[in-house]
């Protein structure tokens, strides 16, 4: 499984460990784009056997452990996830004092939170 797998490091990720056969979990915010990569994963490891899937989640959005288990684990419950990768994270140029108040929120929440949470609850 790996969080901001639609994109970036988290993509490349994803397609060099369906090389190696194993199965694939992209968990992201945009359905339609994780759709579109699942396709190019699928596209750039076809000569390999592996499934694939993807969950739908905001990670400024998930604020306690049980949002996480109800947006994420309870769709991996019959699944053996043996490697987390922890991809998913955002940033906002600029000077640090002219940011607004909710951006430096979501910045937090997604690049702390989901790093603690998430494994916790998977590891339940």
Avoid: W
Wanted: charged share 20%; net charge neutral.
């Amino acid at each position: 499984m790996i969080t901001g797998g639609s994109d970036g490091i988290g993509l490349a990720m994803a397609k060099n460990l369906a090389l190696q056969g194993f199965n694939i979990c992209i968990v992201s915010r945009n359905e339609e784009k994780m759709k579109q990569k699942i396709e190019e994963i699928k596209a750039h490891a076809s000569n390999f056997t592996f499934k694939t899937m993807y969950i739908v989640a905001d990670f400024t959005k998930l604020l306690t452990m049980d949002a996480y288990r109800e947006t994420i684990e309870s769709k991996l419950k019959e699944l053996d996830v043996s490697i987390l990768i922890l991809n998913a994270g955002m940033m906002q140029p600029g000077p640090f004092e002219k940011q607004d108040e909710s951006v430096v929120s979501n910045i937090v929440t997604c690049n702390v939170m989901h790093c603690s949470y998430l494994p916790k609850v998977m590891a339940n």
